[in-house]
């Protein structure tokens, strides 16, 4: 399959071993413009290695990768200028002022050659979209890591990306971080124009942010599908248990509501103790990644 | 617009920018130190005559002094290289466009720079203490004007090499050690030939000894020549030294430097910052 003007991420068969160790075991996955793809999974499952290669960084060992139509493993700086990568920022840049940095940046795809018909985001603007209009003026090392972690993003995106590469973004983030950061990705996701690819540990994250979630498990992709999908393909039925006369019932069913509506048609009053469960996604995930360690 | 271009302005602005955040406000403190302490020997040494000669060691050591801090750019630039690697700048460099190249073109600059400002530093209050310096001569300024060149290129490019190579922060120490062993044999705080000749051998296969002879030579009257190997300012030798240093790192630079930028990414930079955490405890 070739990949058409829509698909941005066009991952097949891909391939990673180092030394006698497989770490990737044939991973087929794409992403279309403007959505946002989760790639989730335990730790060691093989995202860091899956968003590496993706990102060029990375050498593959089998399989056949497309980043924006390009093999990454080729990709010349006019490709590397159509991507942002957000890093997990530690000490680097500490004595640049935030407002410097971003405009320094930028000035990389300024001169990018190619003709690109996006000029980068103006430095103010993109401080005051990641909400750090106030800090602007500050140096890196004395921001907050929530602040930190948001300068990352407008780095990522100085040079207007059609792909967002976003490895663990919230790892670390007390909870108030993490709301705000979602928020951002959100906001950005909003705007339909950029493809963004998180790897994430998180359930929780990845049904938040994501249009759809695939899930890798020790190197394979074990589900794909948006969370509703992977909810009703993988969780199978809902339970109904109720109580009728003192006595107890459960019962499984592809349509709990409807199901519990024909109880109260038939018994009315007499049903009691009503309890309708769906399984939730994390119930689908741990299932799911705890049916694969086992096998 | 080729690549190269593509690098430049960004690269010289970030140059430029870490140049004034390396020398700005606190930081000046820190950057005064060294020079005050070599022009504080240089002041004890003023009046002290060189046995055998007409000259005042303090006139011989200026000149040997500022070749010195020349070379030192060498040890900036394996430092900034290991630790900048270590911190992330590197890699952050390696997601935008043209971005490693810029990057070491800055690095040129801010090094560069560096060393131009101690040499000022240097200079401006030693001409005040040490007399018999010929600035007066073009052939003062036309050697100056090929020596300090030649050696900024000739010990940046092996300090990018070796930058390159070696493992982080505390091998870049081990290596500061070795410069400064190499600076203790290079006849600039003292004729180097009043040295046991093995280690005049060694020195002379370094750019330090080189680049301290080459401003000797641009400032010292010629009688000075008297207390050199062979009598002699070795121009020709200088020049043939100090090129092939530069040779040699411009030949490597690019090529460890690639292999180097090739090699980093997220997952490498994370296990260095688990290393040092570790350590750090």
């Not at chain 1, 500050?138 to 792909?163: F, K, N, Y």
């Not at chain 2, 801090?69 to 630790?83: K, N, R, S």
């Not at chain 2, 190579?165 to 081990?174: E, K, L, T, W």
């Not at chain 2, 296969?205 to 008297?226: D, H, I, Q």
Request: hydrophobic share 45%; aromatic share 8%.
């Amino acid at each position: 399959m070739t990949a058409g003007q829509d698909v941005v991420l066009d991952v097949d068969g891909l391939r990673m071993r180092y030394g006698t160790h497989d770490v990737l075991h044939g991973v087929t996955f794409q992403a279309r413009r403007g959505e946002v793809l989760a790639l989730l999974g335990p730790n060691g499952a093989g995202k860091t290695t899956t968003i590496e290669i993706l990102e060029g960084f990375r050498m593959r060992s089998a399989g056949r990768v497309e980043v924006l139509g390009i093999d990454p493993a080729h990709g010349t700086e006019p490709w590397r200028a159509r991507i942002g990568i957000v890093l997990q920022s530690w000490r680097d840049h500490a004595r640049w002022r935030v407002r410097e940095l971003l405009a320094h940046f930028g000035s990389y795809y300024a001169c990018s050659p190619g003709g690109r018909d996006r000029p980068p985001w103006d430095p103010d603007e993109l401080i005051a979209a990641v909400g750090l209009t106030e800090h602007a003026g500050r140096t890196v090392r004395t921001l907050s890591g929530g602040q930190r972690r948001r300068l990352d993003v407008a780095i990522g995106l100085v040079g207007r990306p059609e792909l967002l590469f976003l490895d663990e973004p919230t790892a670390g983030f007390d909870p108030q971080a993490r709301r705000e950061f979602h928020d951002l990705v959100l906001r950005l996701a909003a705007g339909n124009d950029i493809t963004i690819l998180l790897t994430t540990h998180d359930l929780a994250e990845a049904e938040k942010l994501a249009d759809r979630i695939v899930i890798l498990s020790a190197g394979r992709i074990i589900a794909d599908g948006t969370a509703a999908e992977l909810t009703r393909r993988i969780a199978g039925p809902g339970q109904v248990r109720w109580t009728r006369n003192g006595r107890s019932y459960a019962q499984s069913t592809a349509e709990p509501t409807r199901f519990a509506f024909g109880l109260f048609r038939r018994y009315g009053e007499a049903i009691d103790d009503l309890e309708v469960r769906r399984c939730s996604l994390e119930e689908t995930y741990l299932s799911l990644v705890g049916q694969e360690a086992a096998r | 617009m080729s690549r190269a271009a593509a690098a430049l302005r960004p690269g010289l602005a970030r140059g430029l920018i870490e140049l004034r955040q390396a020398f700005a406000g606190p930081a000046l403190i820190g950057q005064l130190f060294w020079p005050a302490a070599t022009l504080a020997a240089i002041f004890f040494l003023r009046h002290k005559a060189l046995g055998g000669t007409r000259f005042d060691l303090g006139t011989l050591v200026l000149p040997g002094v500022l070749g010195m801090y020349t070379a030192l750019g060498m040890v900036l630039m394996i430092q900034y290289l290991t630790a900048e690697r270590e911190d992330g700048t590197l890699l952050r460099a390696k997601t935008v466009p043209n971005g490693i190249r810029g990057y070491f073109l800055g690095k040129l600059v801010t090094v560069s720079g560096s060393i131009g400002a101690y040499l000022a530093m240097l200079t401006i209050p030693g001409l005040l203490l040490v007399g018999g310096l010929d600035l007066g001569r073009a052939r003062t300024w036309l050697t100056l004007a090929w020596v300090l060149p030649l050696g900024l290129v000739a010990t940046q490019s092996i300090g990018a090499a070796v930058g390159s190579v070696i493992s982080g922060p505390r091998a870049a120490g081990y290596i500061a050690l070795l410069v400064t062993g190499l600076i203790a044999i290079s006849g600039i705080f003292y004729p180097i030939t009043s040295m046991p000749r093995w280690l005049q051998g060694t020195a002379q296969v370094f750019p330090v000894y080189w680049l301290g002879l080459g401003v000797r030579s641009a400032l010292l009257p010629a009688s000075a020549a008297s207390v050199e190997i062979g009598h002699s300012w070795r121009q020709l030798a200088t020049l043939g030294v100090l090129g092939a240093w530069g040779a040699a790192g411009l030949v490597a630079a690019p090529l460890v430097l690639r292999r180097m930028a090739r090699r980093e990414s997220g997952s490498s930079l994370a296990r260095r910052r688990e290393k040092a955490v570790a350590q750090a405890r």
